[in-house]
């Protein structure tokens, strides 16, 4: 059994695609995955499965499609892959509210990308990740889900520091 953590993308995010945690949980153990659990309102899971990350990731996407009527990207990490994540991060962490980072679906081979008005913020594309340093915040930035879908032609889901931190605490655990 491998140990995953998955995220969905577009999951109760301003009153759209809603989706009770509790729903979801009982979806995913009707799926058949092991020690599944949720974390907050925003499509973050963490399970067990016997099957390969593509195997996973397509199962949730047709369980949701099938029970809720949903078409939502799922995109999914092991434990090691999430710890290289957080401690591959190539900017300042002081102050969490500035950092974050955006998961692809898959790797990218561009690895510069031109964006216009960035101010402050900064970035950097490694395979399947986009590193975030937003130091005016993230509700100001320009770097969005929808900007890097856009420039590398992938999904993308974007988590704070503090979830991915929560994450991987939780993952951990027996």
């Known amino acids: ?7 969905l993308r577009g999951i109760n995010v301003s009153g ?3 989706l009770p945690m509790a729903d979801l949980r009982q979806l995913l153990n009707d799926l058949e995955f092991q020690n599944v659990q949720t974390y907050i ?17 397509q199962k949730i996407k047709d369980g949701i499609a099938s029970k809720f009527g949903y ?7 092991t434990i090691s892959e999430w710890k290289k994540v957080i401690k ?10 500035i950092v974050a980072f955006t998961f692809l679906d898959k790797k990218t081979v561009a690895q510069e990308i031109e964006i216009k008005n960035q101010g402050e913020d900064q970035f950097k594309v490694v395979d399947d990740l986009v590193y ?15 900007l890097f879908e856009r420039k590398l032609k992938v999904t ?3 988590r704070n520091l503090r979830t991915t931190l929560k994450l991987i605490e939780l993952a951990e655990k027996e």
């Open 16 to 18: 759209k695609n809603k």
């Open 88 to 97: 591959n991060y190539p900017f300042p962490t002081e102050n969490e509210k």
């Open 156 to 158: 993308a889901t974007t």
């Open 132 to 146: 975030l340093y937003c130091p005016n915040g993230f509700g100001k930035s320009k770097i969005t889900n929808n």
């Open 41 to 57: 309102q925003s499509g973050n899971i963490i399970l067990d499965s016997d099957k390969s990350k593509s195997e996973v990731c």
């Open 1 to 7: 059994m491998t140990r995953f953590i998955i995220l």
């Open 71 to 77: 078409d939502v990207p799922v995109i999914s990490r």
